[in-house]
């Protein structure tokens, strides 16, 4: 074998190597985090506007609060929703503090919101749909992800949330 042909191939191997090695290296810095819980909340303000377009059309902007059981964190959620009669899509905001007020994680929500009669007649109201991490401090700096989740409305503006997600620092 030529002595070119050699150190092209050292070269090649050495080169493959440091892209195996910091590749790993960089694996190994990222620290994922997958985390889920159930949230009990209520509405605390509420606007609704009514839409002339089509019968039982509304858009409606909300604010909630709610605890987390599992972390103790508070999250106070902002939302738009666009409903005909109870059925539509929903977008918005949630900051979640955790119980000492110093870890902060803001998301940008999507969902879709279902409404139902139960044989009785009553209305229920479910949500499922994604989040997205925004921001985070304190603990949750340079965090990204995001996951789902799904509501269930109990009546008089309470609410029961399951939701789970997966979050890595980068």
């Known amino acids: ?3 070119n042909e050699y150190k092209r ?10 892209i ?10 990222e620290e994922k985090v997958k985390r889920s819980d159930k949230r009990y909340g209520v509405t605390t303000k509420v606007e609704t506007i009514k839409v ?3 019968e039982g059309h509304i858009i409606q902007i909300a604010e909630s609060t709610g605890f987390d059981v599992s972390t103790g964190a508070v999250a106070v959620s902002r939302n738009f ?5 109870g059925n539509g899509t929903m977008q ?4 979640m503090r955790d119980p000492d007020g110093g870890n902060v994680r803001c998301t940008k929500t999507l969902g879709k919101v279902t409404t139902t009669l139960s044989p009785s007649g009553k209305p229920i109201t479910t949500m499922e749909g994604t989040y997205s991490l925004v921001k985070g401090t304190g603990t949750w700096e340079g965090f990204q992800g995001g996951g789902i989740w799904k509501v269930k409305i109990l009546g008089g503006g309470v609410y029961i949330m399951d ?3 997966e979050f890595t620092k980068k």
Not at 9 to 18: P, W
Not at 92 to 95: E, N
């Open 1 to 3: 074998m030529e002595l």
């Open 9 to 18: 191939r050292m070269i090649m191997l050495i080169s493959l190597a440091l």
């Open 20 to 29: 195996f090695a910091f590749g790993v290296i960089a694996s190994i810095a």
């Open 52 to 54: 002339d377009d089509t």
């Open 81 to 85: 929703y666009d409903l005909i009669k």
């Open 92 to 95: 918005g905001y949630t900051t």
């Open 163 to 165: 939701w789970e997600g």
